[in-house]
């Protein structure tokens, strides 16, 4: 029982450490990017999508290079699921959540994500070819938006001088981020272990849910703010980066494989095309559709914690 509480409070610690110190990191991020004159557009784009996916590449990656394959993939794709089910749905529920024609596109894009990272993991294994792959893919992705969105660019001047004490406070909360994400891994690994279930099953939960935690702030302060945009919009662009950049990232450092994700895969579908059409028909997500979420989710963790062959 010890063992377990150590190993809790190991989970705990890293996921507290990977939210403030991404936190931290995301502003400082932002704030470089505009002393050193990045338009505001490829911020937005960009960096704050990078920011709030920061506890997922950092944790997935390490769980990757020590061959802890089942957290790395379990992250990915239960962060995927997380964030529509449980924090889409806890948003909407709050109050429906309106978020205009291009969340609707872009949610196609995320469809278009997952549907790829399906057919490279056809075979039972995401390469390092595959990894390649999925990074690229999220390079044209960002090639498309930034020339959707390059009439609304304006110019934009350096609001102040880059000094190396901002480059050492970025390494710094870097570090600390890989410091929280070893504890998590440390901590999910030897729960799976003690607890005879896989470590997909930790990483798809405990570990998604706590590594989702900037998504759901935002969205949650989106829906009390009535920002719908804000809510659904961070959603998608991190379920995005969850599929193309932390899997690639994940997978070019050791092949993963991908047998242990049927359910998740399936279930994300069945969460993720209602979101599409509701998006096309409605503009936003209503409270419907919430309750529609958080059972499914509800359904998941019985499914996922009976032991329910995947």
């Known amino acids: 029982m010890s063992g377990l509480v150590v190993w809790a409070f190991s989970i705990f610690t890293g996921i507290t450490i990977l939210v403030l110190a991404g936190d931290r990191l995301s502003d400082k991020i932002i704030e470089v990017a505009m002393k050193a004159g990045i338009s505001p557009l ?9 920011s709030t996916t920061l506890p997922e590449i950092t944790t997935s990656a390490l769980a990757s290079y020590q061959g802890v394959n089942g957290i790395a993939l379990g992250n990915a794709l239960g962060s995927i699921f997380a964030n529509i089910a449980l924090i889409l749905g806890l948003a909407s529920m709050i109050r429906p959540l309106r978020a205009g024609r291009s969340a609707y596109e872009n949610s196609l894009v995320m469809l278009a994500s997952l549907v790829f990272l399906i057919l490279l993991s056809v075979d039972g294994t995401l390469s390092r070819l595959d990894g390649a792959m999925l990074l690229s893919a999220y390079g044209v992705y960002l090639v498309w938006l930034l020339r959707k969105h390059a009439r609304s660019e304006v110019d934009w001047e350096p609001s102040g001088d880059v000094k190396a004490f901002d480059y050492a406070l970025l390494i710094i909360l870097g570090l600390l981020l890989v410091g929280g994400a070893e504890m998590v891994v440390f901590g999910g690994k030897n729960i799976a272990k003690a607890l005879g279930v896989s470590e997909f099953v930790i990483g798809a939960t405990v570990v998604a849910i706590g590594t989702s935690l900037p998504e759901m702030t935002n969205a949650l302060y989106g829906a009390l703010r009535e920002r719908g945009s804000i809510s659904v919009g961070n959603i998608i662009g991190a379920n995005i980066m969850n599929a193309l950049v932390v899997l690639g990232i994940a997978s070019l450092i050791r092949p993963l494989q991908t047998g242990a994700s049927v359910l998740t895969v399936v279930l994300v579908l069945f969460a993720m095309i209602p979101m599409i059409v509701s998006l096309r028909r409605t503009g936003g997500l209503d409270r419907r559709i919430g ?20």
Do not use: K, M, Q, R
Not at 291 to 310: K, Q, T, W
């Open 42 to 50: 490829v911020i937005s784009i960009v960096l704050v999508s990078l």
């Open 291 to 310: 309750a529609y979420f958080l059972i499914l989710y509800v359904v998941y963790l019985v499914l996922i914690f009976s032991g329910v062959e995947l």
